[in-house]
């Protein structure tokens, strides 16, 4: 395993050098704030000359090759700096690293409302395979898979905020503030989730093994635990490494609805001013998080199926 996951890392290394090569040249293309910049100490009204703006550009290097820029940029973020801010005047990593822990809490609560939810409804619909409880649960996980976040996030503040007035509806005020967020981001995963697991569980439990177990006098939940569940296991992980390396990578409707100071925001508020350094930061942040969560659900397969063996082929 540690020679596949290190064989794993040194592929990671060309997949983020492509993507920082396109983030950054994109960014020298499109975006160019020498004028917004200059324009930012004027009256209303007024409009920087272009000695002005040609000073700003001088100042901030926009001036010189875009490759020696690159390569300047590239350098020093192999080092931990993404450069700075062009409007807030502050290190892009620092506002990374502030804004994580945020996104980091909401999209754990997240996956244990995901796990506690989807993963009993994905058992009892198996079980009852073909019987009313079954249809419900299937229903119910068709509704959650289907409903966009956005009105669901709306539906949830009015319900739970304003008419029962119930729970914090912006910002981190506390354990509360998490619930509805975190409900918003998970009710649709939880519903793939049981989807999932209903379907594999459902082929698992028609195994031979199963019936073998089942003969040697092993209760429902001792052969549902001990030995389907495991073998139908590795597509719900591949699911939930997935749902979370997007979690990780910020929610962003979520976060601007409940005013969630995590990287979805802070991606928006980038995006919304035109702070392509900031923007080249949460976007090879997401490449990382993709890529090792990939890695982590590709190491949890042998854990929860001996006898898969990574890179044996290889």
């Known amino acids: 395993m540690r ?53 700003v550009r001088h100042e901030l290097g926009l001036d010189r090759p875009v490759m020696i820029r690159y390569g300047e940029w590239l350098v020093a973020a192999v080092q931990g700096d993404l450069g700075q801010s062009v409007l807030r005047q502050v290190p892009v990593t620092g506002e990374l690293v502030k804004a994580f822990p945020a996104t980091l809490r909401l ?29 419900v649960l299937r229903v119910l996980a068709l509704a959650g898979a289907s409903t966009p976040g956005f009105f669901l996030a709306y539906l949830l503040v009015y319900v739970a905020a304003v008419r029962l007035h119930l729970l914090p509806v912006v910002g981190m005020a506390g354990p509360a503030s998490l619930v509805l967020p975190a409900l918003t981001l998970a009710i649709g995963p939880a519903a ?58 910020g929610a962003v409707i979520v976060e601007i609805v409940f005013a969630w100071p995590g990287i979805g925001k802070l991606t928006f508020d980038a995006v919304t001013t035109g702070d392509y350094p900031l923007i080249q930061g949460t976007v090879l942040f997401a490449g990382i998080v993709f890529i090792a969560m990939n890695l982590l659900v590709d190491l949890s ?7 898969v063996r990574l890179g044996e082929s290889e």
């Open 301 to 307: 397969y042998s854990r929860a199926d001996p006898r």
């Open 3 to 55: 020679n596949y996951a290190a064989r794993r890392l040194l592929a990671a290394g060309p997949t983020l050098l492509v993507l920082s090569f396109v983030i950054f040249f994109v960014g020298a293309l499109v975006a160019d704030p020498s004028e917004q910049l200059a324009s930012a100490g004027l009256g209303p009204g007024e409009v920087a000359s272009p000695a002005q703006i040609q000073a």
């Open 107 to 135: 999209a754990l609560a997240s996956m244990v409302v995901i796990v506690v939810l989807g993963i009993p409804m994905g058992i009892v619909a198996a079980l009852t395979h073909r019987r009313w409880p079954d249809s």
């Open 192 to 249: 793939l989730v049981s989807r999932l697991l209903r379907s594999n569980l459902i082929e698992v439990l028609g195994e031979g093994f199963v019936g073998a177990a089942r003969a040697r006098g092993l209760t429902t939940a001792a052969v549902v635990v001990g030995h389907a569940l495991r073998n139908a296991a590795i597509p719900v992980l591949t699911v939930l490494g997935g749902v979370l390396a997007r979690l990780l990578e």
